[in-house]
């Protein structure tokens, strides 16, 4: 029999400690400093805000900062227009709500852009901070629905794309080492990590046979020796350790390591830990509550396949 002992309510517990800000993030951008500030002013108790004074500086800062929930834009800026300036945000962040502010009737232009998608809404100015704020707590509630359903489309995507491939790679890969190394590729860029490591275990120790995926750019890292794994191996467990949070074990022994995230599966059988799924992440909170449900799911399979090729 082939089973993990998940920590599960712990590990949610770490998540939720080591998490960041959750006020939504939205972005402002206007050209006009005093109405700038007065945006920041309105959104800052409730969102966390970033503030840009030209479409190219917002796109600067979304490289940067990654997706926000809502951008509010003015539309009649220098050099780039409101809608030209949303129009570039769709392809990357498709979620994300877009809302105007415009002082002139710009109806061809604004026609355009919301019946393409571009823009939820526009305001006209002056606008209300009340009325506005309202408005920006709806288009919250829109990116909400909207990214929770993405999120679980790609969860599925995620969960069927790892279910093929442990039935495909033993399939087509006779030698172990090959297979341990497939399936740690298939890991490790299915979930971004910066390193994935897929090591077997005899008499509760790392031994040398293991497959490895590393990402770009990213220095292998050596997991014996490592008290996580150690700890995941005598207490049959998925282990967890986030940098920065509260609850996270063996601080000092990561203090100096460009571990932003680390996550260790045992894989089971025989009431013996036989492999380890070993991920990493550089940089911190790389791992969602889904993604480790869906590792806890695949690692009873992932034991499974691995039990009938030794």
């Known amino acids: 029999m082939t089973h993990v002992i998940p920590e599960l309510d712990t590990i949610d517990g770490q998540l939720v400690a080591g998490g960041r800000s959750q006020k939504p993030k939205i972005l402002v951008v206007d050209d006009e400093p005093d109405n700038l500030d007065l945006l920041y002013r309105t959104f800052r108790r409730e969102f966390q805000v970033f503030k840009a004074s030209s479409g190219k500086d917002a796109l600067t800062v979304l490289t940067a900062e990654g997706e926000v929930a809502v951008i509010i834009s003015d539309q009649r800026m220098p050099e780039m227009k409101g809608t030209e300036f949303l129009s570039k945000t769709v392809p990357q962040f498709p979620n994300t709500v877009r809302i105007i502010l415009t002082g002139f009737t710009d109806v061809e232009d604004l026609v355009e852009a919301i019946n393409s998608g571009q823009v939820y809404k526009y305001i006209t100015k002056p606008w209300d901070p009340n009325e506005l704020?309202?408005?920006?707590?709806?288009?919250?509630?829109?990116?909400?629905?909207?990214?929770?359903?993405?999120?679980?489309?790609?969860?599925?995507?995620?969960?069927?794309?790892?279910?093929?491939?442990?039935?495909?790679?033993?399939?087509?890969?006779?030698?172990?080492?090959?297979?341990?190394?497939?399936?740690?590729?298939?890991?490790?860029?299915?979930?971004?990590?910066?390193?994935?490591?897929?090591?077997?275990?005899?008499?509760?120790?790392?031994?040398?046979?293991?497959?490895?995926?590393?990402?770009?750019?990213?220095?292998?890292?050596?997991?014996?020796?490592?008290?996580?794994?150690?700890?995941?191996?005598?207490?049959?467990?998925?282990?967890?350790?986030?940098?920065?949070?509260?609850?996270?074990?063996?601080?000092?022994?990561?203090?100096?390591?460009?571990?932003?995230?680390?996550?260790?599966v045992p894989l089971i059988a025989?009431?013996?830990?036989?492999?380890?799924?070993?991920?990493?992440?550089?940089?911190?909170?790389?791992?969602?509550q889904e993604d480790i449900s869906i590792l806890y799911l695949l690692s009873n399979q992932l034991a499974l396949v691995l039990s009938c090729l030794e």
Do not use: M
């Not at 497939?182 to 994935?196: M, R, Y």
């Not at 025989?270 to 969602?288: E, I, M, N």
């Open 133 to 264: 704020k309202e408005v920006v707590r709806r288009a919250t509630e829109t990116y909400e629905s909207l990214r929770q359903r993405t999120d679980e489309l790609t969860r599925a995507q995620k969960q069927a794309y790892l279910l093929k491939a442990l039935v495909e790679i033993p399939r087509d890969v006779d030698v172990l080492a090959d297979c341990l190394e497939k399936i740690a590729v298939v890991f490790g860029e299915t979930f971004s990590t910066s390193q994935c490591v897929l090591e077997q275990v005899s008499e509760g120790q790392l031994s040398e046979l293991k497959g490895q995926y590393t990402a770009s750019g990213q220095t292998s890292y050596a997991f014996s020796g490592d008290p996580l794994v150690a700890e995941a191996i005598a207490s049959q467990a998925i282990k967890l350790f986030i940098h920065n949070s509260s609850a996270a074990p063996h601080a000092e022994f990561y203090a100096n390591k460009d571990v932003g995230t680390h996550l260790v």
């Open 270 to 288: 025989k009431d013996t830990v036989f492999f380890v799924l070993c991920l990493q992440w550089s940089k911190d909170f790389a791992l969602s």
